[in-house]
Each structure stands twice: as structure tokens, then as C-alpha cells.
């Protein structure tokens, strides 16, 4: 199944929204239940099918959103991956991961994870924590810093002065991984 694209009004709280999640997972099924959720609590959401178009997405919506919410295991692009492009090209962005294999994820602070399956309120709770806090408050280590740096230095902005964050997503699979 390709890629999916929706964006959905959102339930209004007092005639405004709570913000805009994008909402990426290559799971048809989990987008559904989870946009159904978010959009009761008066969030407006947008789809992705994977990691790929979200950078997409994320690009065309510089500084429109309020939080990704990911999941970390897809083909193309994983939501780790991305989680780490959008850390250090829109670093103010709140990332969320989920995930049904807690068991082969490696823990990172600056990335909170919700294990599958979640309940409404687990997802509304981890949402709402996430946007109070930058993927970014805590400080990396310092390879993590350098790792940065360097895809900083070797991802150039295309046409329009953008960044292609897709081209750094592969950038930053050729940079050698930091020492734990």
C-alpha cells in the first residue's frame, strides 16, 4: 500500500484547535483509530503512509506543526530516521514514537515512545506531553552533536532554500552511527 494523504478538521475547543499532528504510520488501520481519537480531543490531524512522504509533508508545513507522532518501524524511511532529521532541520518540533517492538528499540530520552497497542487515553496523555516539550531539551551527547553538525554540513537547501529531507535522510544513513 503507498503512501496516504489526509488532513481532517478538527473537533473545535472553544472554535479553535488544540494544533496539527501529523500522523505518520504505514498501519491504515492504527492512522484510522488513531486520527479518530486525536480529532475527539480537538486536534486537527494529517496522514502519512510512511516516513518518507511525512518528510514530504513536513517541508511543505514549515512551522505549521505542532507534533509528529511516528511510527518507528516502516519501509522507506524508519520513524527513527526521521525523528532524527526533523531533531536537527526543525528542532523545535516534538516527535512521538510508537511502536509495537519495544523490544528493538534503543532508548533515547529526547524521543518519547508509545508502545502498540495504546489505549485513547495512553495516546491523548503521550500527545499532550509531547507538546510540552521540544524533542530537544535535552542536551545530546556530544557525537550526537557532531553527527548533527555534520549532516548539517553535507544536506544543501534546494530550490527555494529548502532543505531536501528526504536527500538528508540518506545523507544520514551513509554518516557512521554514534558510539553508545
Known amino acids: 500500500m503507498g503512501p496516504s494523504y489526509f488532513s481532517s478538521a478538527p473537533k473545535a475547543l472553544n ?3 488544540r494544533g496539527l499532528v501529523l500522523l505518520v504510520d ?14 475527539a480531543d480537538g486536534w486537527e490531524v494529517l496522514e502519512a503512509g510512511d516516513g518518507q512522504a511525512a518528510l514530504q509533508l513536513i517541508g511543505e508545513r514549515e512551522g505549521r506543526l505542532n507534533l509528529v ?14 525523528a532524527e532529521v526533523v531533531s536537527v532541520f526543525h528542532p523545535g518540533l516534538p516527535v512521538l514514537g510508537i511502536t509495537g517492538f519495544l523490544s528493538g528499540v534503543s532508548h533515547d530520552r529526547r524521543l518519547p515512545i508509545l508502545p502498540k497497542p495504546f489505549t ?22 556530544r557525537e550526537n552533536r557532531a553527527r548533527a553538525r555534520r549532516l548539517r554540513e ?8 529548502r532543505v531536501d529531507l528526504v536527500q538528508a ?3 544520514l544513513r551513509d554518516l557512521p552511527e554514534p558510539d553508545e
Open 15 to 17: 472554535g479553535r484547535a
Open 26 to 39: 504505514d498501519e491504515e488501520k492504527v492512522r484510522w483509530v488513531a486520527r479518530r481519537v486525536l480529532e
Open 69 to 82: 507522532v511516528t511510527d518507528l518501524n516502516m519501509p522507506r524511511v524508519s520513524g527513527r530516521e526521521l
Open 120 to 141: 485513547a487515553g495512553a495516546l491523548l496523555h503521550a500527545v499532550r506531553m509531547a507538546c510540552g516539550v521540544s524533542i530537544r531539551l535535552q542536551t545530546p551527547r
Open 154 to 161: 553535507l544536506t544543501h537547501a534546494g530550490p527555494g532554500s
Open 169 to 171: 535522510v540518506h545523507t
